[in-house]
């Protein structure tokens, strides 16, 4: 049946009038029927009923849970308060967070652990530990934010107090948590401990540093040190028990390699100059550690050029006093710390390393008495022949190339871990 509306005219409508037809409110043969010109009045059931129900609607409201109901109710009366955008610090946590999954993390692997094992824990285990410990958490944003400023983008100097104000949250809550160090935290606290080396190495790339790189090595051995108690505290669990045990096992499918001659001569020159130039045997055996710290270290850099063990192993393993031999520059002291410099040089390519090898050098150079530049002779040619971790006289692989079956493995185990 055809709707018409009637304008209610009297005594006749106008299409009544206009059709020659009777017109009644009362009869329906005419086939007209009134709806009520209020909208409002139509939904609300009032008016006529057929009207309602020929337009398919209906009084009773439809059917919503009350909890969905009370929230639209809510929102229509402004008790839930409008925001047009995220706010700027949530959206630079986003931000950061998406930059470390996406690229951060990838620069940390290659230069902590590169291969499988390391993909996993510092693509998936490292990050679902920081939504359980702020520090961590802090941490991660802190090398992202760093990432940014080194990678320098359009928002560097914002990024840089980025880093700055998550890197100083971050390790105010790290040395609560180590005060407390025990299983439950411990892989979150070296996890931790492993950025900060990087942070450091990092943050003097840039402006914010004012230090000279003699300074700032001195306090990168001192960071270093710091975070070297996680380690003695928990050796057993790290090495054999935790997610993190990859990164103390290296030689999986390789063995430790000779050092060349040009080294092995420098580590014999620096300990002949400890026996005739240094009376005091307890300084000796200071120096004696030294050494034998760096041609360990050596051997790190050249058997396994893809572990941060690389460039954390003479600040970790060297004994205490030798850094205060460095702080008052001794000159033995210095041409280690030459010498050593020629691995951070080797590792300039990594992003975070950047000058680091040839500035420190340098600046030793500047300062050591002449009489022990024979000592530091093999690391000027060496950073001067622009030789990077791939040219140590022999072909050099990534550790993962030697090993990927085993380490797939091992990450695969690890991962069914967190399930």
């Known amino acids: 049946m055809a709707i018409y509306q009637c304008d209610e005219g009297k005594p006749s409508c ?24 209020s909208r409002s009045k139509l939904l609300s059931g009032e008016g006529d009923a057929s009207a309602t129900a020929l337009l398919g609607l209906s009084k009773e409201p439809e059917t919503r849970s009350d909890s969905v109901q009370n929230a639209i109710s809510e929102f229509n009366q402004g008790s839930i308060p409008f925001q047009p955008r995220f706010p700027d610090a949530e959206r630079d946590r986003l931000r950061l967070m998406h930059h470390y999954t996406g690229c951060t993390r990838e620069t940390i692997t ?38 940014l400023t080194l990678l320098q983008n359009s928002s560097q100097d914002r990024n840089m107090l980025l880093a700055t104000r998550h890197h100083n949250l971050g390790i105010a809550s790290f040395r609560q948590h180590l005060v407390n160090l025990n299983g439950d935290n411990v892989d979150a606290l070296f996890a931790f401990s492993c950025m900060l080396p990087l942070y450091c190495f990092g943050v003097h790339q ?13 306090e990168l051995f001192m960071l270093i040190r710091g975070t070297g108690v996680i380690v003695r505290a928990c050796h ?28 092995e001569h420098v580590i ?35 058997t396994y050029p893809h572990v941060q063990l690389t460039i954390t192993f003479l600040p970790t393993m060297a004994p205490d006093l030798f850094l205060s031999m460095i702080r008052d520059k001794e000159p033995l ?26 500035q420190t050098f340098e600046e030793v150079q500047q300062v ?13 040619e060496e950073i001067e022949s622009g030789q990077t971790e791939q040219c140590f006289g022999r072909p050099s692989e990534p550790i993962a190339l030697g090993s990927l079956r085993y380490s797939k493995s091992l990450a695969e185990e690890l991962e069914s871990s967190l399930r």
């Not at 106008?14 to 010109?37: A, D, Q, W, Y």
């Not at 230069?111 to 490292?126: E, I, P, S, T």
């Not at 002291?333 to 040839?358: D, P, Q, T």
């Open 14 to 37: 106008s299409r009544c009038r206009r059709m020659k037809v009777n017109c009644s409110f009362t009869e329906t043969s005419s086939g007209l029927v009134i709806v009520p010109t």
């Open 110 to 147: 290659e230069l902590a652990l590169n291969n499988a094992a390391g993909v996993f824990l510092w693509r998936d285990y490292v990050p679902h530990m920081a939504f359980e410990y702020d520090f961590l958490l802090h941490g991660l944003l802190s090398v992202a934010a760093l990432h």
């Open 206 to 218: 840039t402006a914010q540093s004012g230090l000279s790189p003699l300074a700032k090595v001195i």
């Open 236 to 263: 057993e669990w790290l090495t054999v028990k935790s997610p993190w045990r990859p990164f103390f096992e290296p030689k999986s499918g390789k063995t430790v390699d000779d050092l060349s001659f040009e080294i």
């Open 268 to 302: 014999s020159m620096l300990l002949q100059r400890a026996d005739s130039s240094i009376p005091v045997a307890e300084k000796r055996q200071v120096y004696a550690g030294a050494i034998g710290a760096l041609r360990q270290n050596f051997l790190l850099a050249t």
């Open 333 to 358: 002291a210095l041409a280690i710390v030459a010498n050593y410099a020629v691995i951070l040089h080797w590792m300039r390519s990594r992003i975070w390393m950047g000058g680091w090898g040839r």
């Open 368 to 380: 050591l008495p002449s009489e022990f530049h024979d000592c530091i002779a093999w690391a000027a």
